[in-house]
């Protein structure tokens, strides 16, 4: 545990740590563009040059280890004219389109040239000239001339993603990143290199041109896409997804997403024409079809509730609070109605983020019917009690929450279903649960509610509402809300935070979670696990400074 | 002077293992392989043996880097660096082409004294007769129980790889060589760890010129203080091979002792200045990357590594280039800048970046578009390319330009001012 001196402060580090670590685990600014946490170190942008005392040259901060009794300037005279030296040489040639350029709010140019760079130029020649808007891949577009060539999207593809797909080809001030012949830029983590690039030289093909950054509205949410969960922000504006970007979370997915969550904003627009709009509910909808189709579901459940030949579908794709309002609603008003939970594991593992589940919530639906209305049954019983004419009235949350489900196999078997007289259903999208609805409730989509997921590892995570669902959807817990009311079981709906704080006071693995700590947070784990063991694999100098970690802090490493 | 690095050279067929055994060849070997490692690093460590590939380094100690005890799973590598690139030096292609016996012999008795399994040879793409001559060497070598398994029944176990480069400046840079000879592209990597840690393959290696190694078989067969007892004093010993090109009437690789005065070179074996009437301007001393003397400083200067230091410039790789009063010196260092600027390999900001700009900026001077305040920009952009990169390439670039500016300046400003050069051919 080196002490060493950054400035005026006293630091001290794990053995190991390069002095740009540390100086950033202290909130201690200096500049870089090619070293990333989770890339090997490449030393070869040169903005984190300082002085450190006794070395004969100048030295990157990036690949110095701190040592003990080492003195470093990161303000000195000497570091101010190195910084603005490399700002000079780094701006050169490049083309200064910011007015143009998607990156252009959140560029490290930008901000390096604000505060480290010269107000003026003195390049009087020609700038270089290449290759403008070449698409590296289905997602990718490259830009020779705002590249810095800091190569972290190349290291990413060797290191992280495992795909090589590109390269550096030519060299000195011609030289360019690009793929090989016949291999392009295509792999399911793709887009990750987009967020990667400090400049505007990569872009995503589906967010070039669409917005300034600065108008996007953040907004901290989960991936619905796997059970992996990924922290991500929704950029909104308008209330639109204009992209999804991972935010950076060490016990789940560390700095990436996969592009199937990245493009998840897409899929949406994509399917309007699948999305439910407006209750559905037999005979005439009178001037009020929501409290027709709500009086008419309460009513067919109370009366199912007293013969018995009532079964309640749960979804992993439903939010913690939404589950467990379906679960009150089975227990407290359906007198214990069997409760099913559907799965979506028709995916596969890989080695990085994707989680063959295709669900955000199975741990915490599984958690949240056990606690309240014992184990839950499978999909398979449901369906054996269907064909066994057991069931009169099939109440479900669908696989259509989070998304369009047009690629998957129907959760339960048409054949079964079509034997209930009656198919109350909530879901967002259009399935064959839902074409097969007697009553439909159709319900705000993910991203348009705010709600709680808990990962495949028990990582619990705070979705904040991006979007305001459509005129005629409603969100889960209002409609589950609206029937316990309807069956006098709950005074009104309760707010998803309210539900959070019932959960937290029933549900065993929750007792201490809060969602006012869950909210623009990394999460939290269930109770009695240790969700960062199962986070996304460490990559690049993040593995050097978790073993340098783990060296410091014995005690730790033992449980 | 009697000549020993260059004794074989122009005797017939002097690249034969025959002719060079018939001299003596393979002796040094033979002698070496039945001293321990360690001794034989101190004696090169005693002679005062200094890298002759551009950098000076002390070839002993540079040995006794490497690990004692190499496993099979962890290897010693020895490379020859024969990527003999600088503008101005030619030296190691008299070696590899007439003489490449000396040289494989050499990189033998270093392997065993760094207990290297393996010597891997990169030589430059453009050398396709010096690799081919060497590529014999080997084989002839081979046949004769000199190099490969059991060297002359010593139990000494080492091949010998001749590897072609494909034609990159920046592969000489000893790591941007290893990235190459790995069959990656060659950029140079960033140290820590330094080569004999974790070098080709991430294996300990050690990595030596062509003119080092050829030096060492001598060290071996008439001793350490024979060597030492060479040259200026105890830190620049030894013979040395000089490239004298430029304007001297009998321009080639001449060996003398190391410190030669530089005036005797260029009269002595140059035979004097190309014309009479043309009297001496600049030399550039050391290969086009080493800041350039003016006549006035060339006077009365060893040609060895610390009094070339002491007078602000380097020996480099001993490519010394002789200007006379005709030479356009703003011409020139155009030409040395585009070089560089064409050969770098685009990693490092202040190179990829500034090496080009410096070109661009001499080319508008000499095109009649310069103003006076270039001269500034040149000498800051120069300043800001020294010891910020990761190889010494944005060095190489920088240190003639700030001499070319602090020596020449009114050549540079003759062109700004009038648009035309400040000397004509004539």
């Not at chain 1, 309640?312 to 089975?330: I, K």
């Not at chain 1, 369906?383 to 959760?411: H, K």
């Not at chain 2, 009697?2 to 002796?27: A, C, F, P, Q």
């Not at chain 2, 000396?102 to 290297?116: K, M, N, T």
Request: contains cysteine; hydrophobic residues 40%; negative net charge.
């Amino acid at each position: 545990m080196p002490t060493f001196r950054i400035d005026d402060r006293e630091i001290t580090c794990p053995d190991g740590w390069t002095v740009l670590q540390a100086a950033l685990a202290e909130g201690i600014e200096i500049p870089h563009y090619c070293y990333h946490p989770g890339l090997p170190i490449a030393g070869n942008c040169r903005i984190c040059l300082v002085e450190v005392e006794k070395f004969p040259k100048p030295a990157i901060a990036c690949n110095t280890v701190a040592t003990e009794g080492m003195v470093v300037h990161t303000r000195s005279d000497k570091v101010r004219e190195w910084r603005e030296a490399v700002m000079e040489f780094l701006l050169i040639n490049h083309p200064l389109d910011c007015p143009i350029c998607d990156q252009a709010g959140e560029c490290k140019l930008q901000e390096f040239s604000y505060r480290y760079g010269a107000p003026t130029t003195r390049f009087k020649e020609e700038k270089e000239h290449g290759p403008k808007a070449r698409q590296l891949g289905p997602h990718v577009v490259f830009d020779w001339e705002r590249c810095i060539k800091c190569t972290r999207c190349i290291r990413f593809c060797e290191e992280v993603s495992g795909t090589g797909e590109l390269g550096m080809f030519l060299r000195g001030v011609r030289e360019e990143i690009g793929t090989f012949p016949g291999r392009p830029l295509d792999n399911p983590y793709s887009g990750n290199v987009v967020d990667l690039c400090p400049v505007g030289a990569l872009t995503l093909r589906e967010f070039r041109f669409r917005s300034r950054v600065w108008f996007l509205q953040n907004v901290p949410s989960v991936c619905p896409g796997c059970a992996r969960g990924c922290s991500i922000d929704i950029g909104e504006f308008r209330n639109q997804v204009y992209r999804i970007t991972p935010r950076e979370n060490h016990a789940v997915n560390r700095w990436w997403i996969c592009d199937t969550g990245r493009l998840w904003g897409e899929r949406l627009s994509a399917a309007r024409g699948a999305r439910l709009d407006g209750p559905r509910a037999p005979g005439d909808g009178g001037d009020d079809p929501w409290a027709t189709a709500l009086a008419e579901a309460a009513r067919r459940l109370g009366e199912a509730s007293r013969t018995g030949r009532v079964a309640v579908l749960a979804s992993p794709r439903a939010s913690v609070e939404e589950t467990w309002l379906l679960a009150r609603l089975a227990k407290g008003v359906l007198g214990g109605a069997p409760v099913h939970l559907a799965r979506h594991e028709h995916g596969e593992d890989d080695d990085l983020l994707i989680r063959a589940d295709r669900a955000p919530n199975a741990r915490g639906a599984q958690a949240v019917l056990e606690a309240v209305c014992g184990t839950p049954r499978s999909v398979e019983d449901l369906e054996r009690s269907l064909a066994a004419g057991e069931i009169d009235v099939l109440f479900a949350l669908g696989p259509g929450l989070v998304g369009p489900v047009d690629d998957e196999p129907p959760v339960v078997a048409p054949e079964a279903v079509s034997r209930a007289a009656d198919v109350i259903v909530v879901d967002a999208f259009a399935s064959p649960l839902s074409a097969a609805a007697t009553i439909l409730l159709p319900a705000a989509a993910w991203g348009e509610t705010s709600g709680t997921y808990v990962n495949f590892a028990g990582r619990v995570q705070w979705a904040e509402r991006a979007l305001v669902p459509p005129v005629d959807c409603r969100p889960v817990s209002m409609l589950l809300g609206d029937l316990l009311a309807h069956l006098s079981l709950e005074p009104s709906p309760p707010s998803p935070e309210a539900v959070t704080e019932r959960v937290a006071a029933e549900v065993p693995g929750f007792e201490n979670i809060r969602w006012q700590d869950l909210l623009a947070s990394d999460g939290q784990n269930m109770a009695g696990v240790r969700a960062e063991e199962h986070a996304c694999r460490a990559t690049g100098a993040l593995v050097r400074m978790l073993e340098a970690e783990r060296r410091a802090s014995p005690a730790s490493a033992g449980d | 002077m009697e000549k020993v690095l260059t004794r074989n050279i122009g005797i017939e067929d002097s690249w034969t293992l025959r002719v060079y055994r018939s001299r003596g060849g393979y002796k040094a070997l033979e002698q070496a392989l039945d001293t321990e490692p360690d001794a034989l690093i101190d004696a090169v460590k005693a002679s005062g043996l200094r890298g002759r590939g551009g950098a000076g380094f002390p070839t002993g100690v540079k040995w006794s880097f490497m690990p004692k005890q190499p496993t099979p799973e962890r290897p010693n590598y020895l490379i020859c660096n024969a990527d003999e690139s600088e503008p101005g030096t030619f030296k190691d292609r008299l070696i590899i082409e007439q003489d490449p016996h000396q040289l494989v012999e050499g990189c033998l008795v270093a392997a065993w004294a760094i207990r290297a399994s393996k010597v891997f040879i990169y030589i430059r793409g453009e050398y396709v007769h010096g690799a081919r001559r060497l590529e014999q060497a080997v084989a002839e070598a081979r046949e004769a129980n000199l190099c490969g398994r059991n060297i002359l029944g010593k139990g000494f176990d080492c091949d010998v790889v001749v590897h072609r480069g494909a034609g990159a400046y920046i592969c000489g840079e000893e790591t941007a060589l290893m990235d190459s000879l790995e069959g990656g592209r060659g950029n140079p990597r960033l140290k820590p760890p330094f080569p004999a840690q974790a070098g080709l393959y991430g294996h300990p290696t050690t990595i030596n010129n062509v003119e080092t190694l050829s030096c060492v078989p001598l060290i071996v067969e008439r001793g350490a203080e024979w060597f030492a007892s060479i040259g200026t004093d105890e830190r620049n010993t030894g013979p040395k091979l000089y490239c004298l090109s430029g304007h001297v009437k009998r321009p080639g690789v001449y060996e003398a002792p190391i410190g030669i005065p530089l005036l005797e070179l260029i009269e002595e074996f140059g035979g004097g200045m190309l014309r009479d009437d043309r009297p001496l301007k600049a030399v550039i001393p050391g290969g086009s990357s080493v800041p350039v003397l003016t006549a006035e400083e060339c006077r009365d200067l060893p040609m060895d590594f610390d009094s070339l230091a002491k007078r602000g410039t380097m020996l480099g790789s001993a490519g010394v280039m002789v200007m006379d009063s005709s030479t356009d010196m703003v011409q020139v260092m155009e030409r040395i800048a585009h070089f560089y600027a064409h050969e770098s390999c685009g990693q490092c900001t202040p190179c990829r970046e500034g090496t080009g700009w410096l070109e661009k900026i001499i080319r508008r001077i000499r095109s009649g578009r310069g103003s006076l305040d270039d001269l500034a920009t040149l000498e800051s952009a120069a300043g800001h390319m020294r010891g910020t990169t990761i190889c010494p390439l944005a060095d190489a670039a920088a240190m003639p330009c700030q001499s070319f500016l602090a020596k020449f300046r009114h050549e540079f400003e003759h062109y700004i001012k009038t648009g035309r050069a400040a000397v004509t051919a004539g």
